[in-house]
């Protein structure tokens, strides 16, 4: 233990280990592909998260050369007449992120999970 008596987090992830096991690796399992091919969208995905059970539907499925990615669910950014706002600048329908990943390592791990997940689903290689 660290000092005046209190354990470090190392030792509180020690004391959860021998009480619980190690924890479960991440994992992601993709589920309901709906195919839809415009500009880099591929398509939609729901994604499972485990350990923590969380599921996150209509997730979009791009490509852009040898570059892959998953976009996270959003909704749409509506005017104050109800329309779905547009940007002035790129013409492109505007979005709110609905779930967010703080912290590039974790995005960069939720990727890397995802789009494999998303492989499996659809029978491909992972690049």
């Not at 500009?39 to 852009?64: D, K, M």
């Not at 505007?94 to 791990?109: A, F, M, N, S």
């Amino acid at each position: 233990m660290s000092g005046r008596g209190r354990p470090s987090q190392a030792d509180l992830r020690r004391g959860e280990a021998a009480s619980f096991g190690p924890p479960p690796s991440p994992s992601i399992t993709a589920s309901d592909w709906r195919p839809m091919v415009r500009n880099t969208l591929r398509g939609f995905v729901t994604l499972t998260l485990r350990p923590s059970g969380l599921v996150l539907r209509e997730c979009a499925a791009h490509e852009q050369g040898e570059r892959r990615w998953i976009g996270l669910p959003g909704k749409p950014q509506l005017d104050q007449d109800g329309r779905h706002r547009i940007d002035p600048a790129t013409g492109k329908k505007l979005y709110t992120p609905v779930v967010e990943i703080l912290g590039k390592e974790e995005r960069d791990r939720f990727q890397r999970l995802a789009l494999a997940a998303v492989h499996r689903l659809l029978g491909e290689a992972a690049p």
